[in-house]
């Protein structure tokens, strides 16, 4: 094999080696570094990782210890950083019901119950278009994330929606559901759209034609979200029936069913590599489940009202819920532990997410807040005050430099 290329990978921390083989075929392999910290010395890293990948020779090692001294700049590169208000945009008459920001932080997106979506400048505050053609509330927005260049509503209407986020033009629509839709993502490569649905089931479709591939049928109840694995072979399903299912992407048959729940499920999504399943339920505790066995591995009981909430940091080795009971609970995915309780917020917590380098959290309350903390003290950081009712998105750019928060005020605030 001959090396052709370096690529950095910023979140999780990583290496990619672009190759060709002895017969001309291209292919690429990564080495991660999640436990990558800016203490750590350069050369050792560089010989350690020369002696599990046999494409770094003598020539190249310059190369990857500049990568890894760029990747570890990265890293305390927000880390302190205070975020002041930019911008406050009105978006629509009726209430909102979601909103998704582009990779770049450059455009967002709001749904309403106006029945459409409107995109928008970040920089300028602009309307760039409205989304005009669904005939009940547009419930869920997302964009095509690293690329950026679509954008999916889904509707009580029953139906989905393809967009360019270039120009505004409908794309495609999908339909097929016998209830509202509540919840759509697309595949990490943008080939595949699930979408979620009260129908009491899930569907998979090809973004291209707008097929539909699968029918995800075994839910009693509401099917509130779906998400799929980085590898996009499976795909994951939450719902009101207590129960968290696994399906093959390509059959859609089921492959497991995590049912130890005890009320309904508010949250369910895989961390990075997808070895691990973190879910949350109105039962009031989160659960941490082995993708691989289908055991649940740990259940986290500290929260005192029901958990909203579930994410993993870029690495896939944390994990935080957020709850009614006001707070934040951070635990350690691969040892179980509690690493720190968040307490501060005067309100249930509706959302919570890390920043992309993993060293901060964001959370969102009823209280009309949101609230940065640090991710290794719990210590809280920085309060984003102004909204005058519930904030119930947060989001950060893909670089962390910026923040978009939207509220039950009808507003979203910029925040750099």
Avoid at 166 to 185: M, P, Q, R, Y
Avoid at 199 to 225: M, R, W, Y
Avoid at 364 to 372: E, V, W, Y
Wanted: hydrophobic share 35%.
């Amino acid at each position: 094999m001959k090396l052709k290329k370096l690529k950095l990978r910023y979140f999780p921390p990583g290496i990619i080696f672009e190759y060709e083989t002895s017969l001309g075929e291209a292919g690429q392999r990564s080495v991660d570094l999640f436990d990558l910290t800016p203490e750590h010395n350069p050369d050792d890293l560089v010989e350690f990782i020369a002696g599990k990948e046999p494409l770094i020779t003598a020539s190249t090692k310059h190369q990857v210890k500049h990568l890894i001294v760029i990747l570890q700049k990265r890293l305390t590169l927000n880390a302190s950083k205070r975020y002041t208000l930019k911008q406050v945009q009105k978006t629509h008459l009726l209430p909102l019901t979601n909103m998704a920001l582009n990779k770049a932080g450059t455009k967002f997106a709001t749904g309403s119950y106006d029945r459409t979506c409107k995109v928008w400048d970040i920089d300028s505050g602009e309307m760039l278009f409205t989304l005009e053609g669904h005939r009940n509330v547009v419930y869920a927005v997302s964009f095509n994330n690293p690329y950026s260049d679509k954008i999916i509503t889904g509707s009580f209407d029953k139906t989905c929606k393809l967009w360019s986020a270039d120009t505004g033009d409908l794309l495609s629509v999908f339909e097929g559901h016998e209830g509202e839709v509540v919840h759509a993502c697309f595949s990490p490569l943008s080939t595949m759209l699930g979408t979620a649905s009260m129908d009491h089931t899930a569907k998979i479709f090809d973004v291209e034609t707008a097929q539909e591939l699968a029918c995800l049928k075994g839910h009693n109840a509401e099917v509130i979200t779906v998400s799929f694995e980085q590898q996009s072979q499976v795909v994951l399903t939450g719902s009101f029936d207590h129960s968290v299912k696994l399906w093959d992407v390509r059959s859609g048959r089921q492959i497991r069913s995590f049912d130890e729940h005890q009320n309904e499920i508010s949250a369910a999504l895989f961390n990075y590599d997808g070895k691990l399943v973190g879910t949350g339920s109105m039962d009031q505790t989160a659960k941490l489940w082995d993708f691989a066995s289908g055991k649940c591995i740990a259940t986290f009981e500290g929260h005192e009202d029901e958990v909203l909430d579930v994410s993993f940091d870029c690495s896939g080795r944390r994990m935080v819920t957020s709850s009614v009971d006001n707070t934040v609970r951070l635990y350690d995915a691969l040892t179980t532990k509690c690493l720190a309780v968040m307490t501060g917020h005067a309100g249930e917590v509706g959302k919570v997410v890390f920043n992309p380098e993993g060293t901060r959290l964001l959370t969102a309350s009823n209280d009309k807040t949101a609230m940065l903390w640090d991710a290794s003290t719990g210590a809280c950081q920085q309060i984003l005050e102004g909204h005058a009712d519930d904030v119930f998105y947060i989001s950060f750019n893909y670089d962390g430099n910026m923040i978009l928060t939207g509220s039950k005020d009808n507003s979203c605030r910029v925040w750099k």
